[in-house]
């Protein structure tokens, strides 16, 4: 800093030595023959600045991220009812999830090296060999990961609904608060999670399959170290927990290195909650 | 001056420091629903090695949930099955999961077969099992393999260590042959169970035990049969007057529901197969007809056309408490309830015929198969996938497929010539 300013400072003095007084003469003159032009002009009748001014309109200035991603809000369909003559007897509401009070739980890895542990031996023979060869037909698998509504249900769409248009799921719950400033870093990284997350849609009970991870990262967006596991997910043991749990893992080290501005590294340097939720997918 | 400027910089600072406290809060509700790549190498040591990792490999691809990745693309091999591989060499190829194994003859002429599932990018172990058998075992051995990596990646048990049960289908359709046929769950190892002579149909895998209940057409009586896989000693159930159909086990094996026709009515029944006593559940002038047990062996599931289309109906185990599920349109029927408990699977009619499935309280009814004419559906003993009759349009005869859950990967399922009625075994013990 002191450097730059001396560096400053001399440039200035060498300008001072530069001027000469036909210099300063000029620029005086030039300086009156402006004002002079503003003073006097060929016809005064048509200056009407005041009036053809627009009014003041106070303005709130809001402060959000440089990239958003709020999907378009539309109207909700309502269902059709049912053809039949019956209708169905309204459905006994689903018990709510317990809430287990939130406790942290250090996630302790087991050691690589455990010993295969020995498995019964198998008893029969299996039944005699085939004589007929299986048919080699298989068909490929279909993905249309664009519509994973569609692919849960086979049914034909309706006609009525708009082609391009859902639902906002993420009702604004990131607006807010300390969001505003940060909706492009967490758009940032929940669009590279669409490429490596792949979620638990097959099981049982969406609810109890939210994952938190506490997320340390580097400034080069590389993982700082092993995410942790927070809040209700970290003390969830059935096996499909256990599933989701590793599937967001592999999720955070798959996509590792994250591509976020440096400059801002104190906004994104923890991740807490990082939140993985199926619910959505399984269409649940 | 000094002081001044000391006090400016300290006052700028405090202006423009950023408070680092928060912690980023970021929910992510939107994935990409793709099978996990997964590295498997051929097994070290004795040539069964290579065939049992050549089955693990085609039973986790065709469970849509694993893409094994190809041999040629593997920059590192396994030298050791009991070494931490180099997991930069399996993060290179985009593995996430590594399977390494070993198969070795022992002196006394039994296979040994070790195996370990490695978290590559985690870089852990996630599994590791030893397995000692008669080496024409092996396939069961790969398809144990197969159902304990399945089970680790995705929370819930395998279902590669079973068998299907399925009607086989030759000759022309003037003189069809249908026989009772026996494979493998990856189409491997089909036997006839029967010889062709009589019309077999809808055979059902009792869940405990492998036993197979059907109906069979001896001398032009539709009966319902009883089948012992492994002594192959077949038992009528029952000697009833009139046709009986559509049997199907209780969870615990020790029941069988079924409909007996008396009349022109058909109504349900279920049997109590020690002491072979019969207990009418429904006394409706209308057909009752295809029950399905809950897991909990507390409900029954049934078509009924007693509210004036074919519809299917819950009620408890004792007859009890009758109400209809399906709304959403169209003919319902063959209801089987999901080994899980938390869906039913049917075939809904209407527009052609498609295999559905729905919460037992009717609710979240979708559409899973897309064919032409496909109905029966039978569930993995794990409630994850479905397999099916497809009829296809033209006389071409008919095929098993099978679609899991989700809808995705609707594939065919091999079979020897044409086939139908698929019926899924449990686990085998």
Known sequence: MPQSLSLRRSSAARTERAASPAGWIGAVALHAGIIAATLFTWSHSNLDIADQSPPVVPVDLVTIGAKTNIAPMVKVQPKEPPKEDVQPPVPEQAQPAPTPTPQQKEESAPPPEAAPSAEPILKKPPPVAPKTKPQQEQKKDKFNLDAISALLDKRAPAASSSPNAKVGNRTIKGIGQQNAMVMDLIDTIRNKMLQCWTPPVGAPNAQDLIVDYDLFLNIDGTIAQPPQLVGNSATATSPYARAAQEAARRAIYVCQPYKLPPERYNDWKEINPFRFDPRAMMGQ | MKKFALALSAMLGLLFATPSFAALQVNVNQGNVQPLPIAIPDFIGDPAGANIAKVVSADLERSGLFRPLNPKSFVDQIKSVNVEPNYANWRVINAQGLVAGQAQMQSDGRLRVDFRLWDVYGGQQMLGQQFFTQPENWRRIAHLISDAIYERITGEKGYFDTRIVFIAESGPATNRKKRLAIMDEDG??????????????????????????????????????????????????????????????????????????????????????????????????????????????????????????????????????????????????????????????????????????????????????????????????????????????????????????????????????????????????
Request: aromatic letters at 10%; proline letters at 7%; charged letters at 20%.
């Open chain 2, 188 to 429: 491997a190892n089909p036997i006839f169970l029967t010889n062709g002579s009589y019309m077999v149909l809808t055979p059902r895998f009792n869940p405990t035990a492998q036993m197979i209940a059907y109906m069979s057409y001896v001398q032009a009586k539709p009966r319902v049969y009883l089948f012992d896989i492994d002594s192959g000693r077949q038992d009528v159930l029952g000697n009833f007057p009139n046709m009986t159909f559509s049997p199907r086990f209780s969870p615990d094996g020790n029941k069988i529901a079924m409909t007996l026709e008396s009349g022109g009515n058909s109504d349900i029944y279920v049997m109590d197969l020690r002491t072979r006593s019969m207990t009418r559940l429904t006394f409706d002038p209308a057909i009752d007809t295809a029950p399905s047990f809950s897991p909990d062996g507390r409900q029954i599931a049934f078509e009924s056309d007693r509210g004036g289309s074919q519809q299917i109906y819950v009620m408890n185990a004792d007859g009890s408490n009758v109400h209809r599920i399906s709304y959403g349109g169209g003919k319902n029927g063959t209801p089987v309830w999901s080994p899980r408990g938390d869906l039913i699977a049917f075939t809904k009619q209407g527009g052609g015929f498609h295999i559905g499935v729905m919460h037992p309280d009717g609710s979240g009814e979708r559409i899973l198969s897309n064919g032409w004419e496909d109905e029966g559906p039978t569930w993995a003993p794990n409630g994850r996938v479905l397999m099916y009759t497809r009829t296809l349009q033209g006389g071409r005869g008919s095929q098993i497929w099978s679609v899991d859950i989700t809808g995705r990967n609707e594939r065919r399922v091999l079979t020897p010539g044409a086939a139908s009625d698929p019926a899924w075994s449990p686990l085998i013990q």
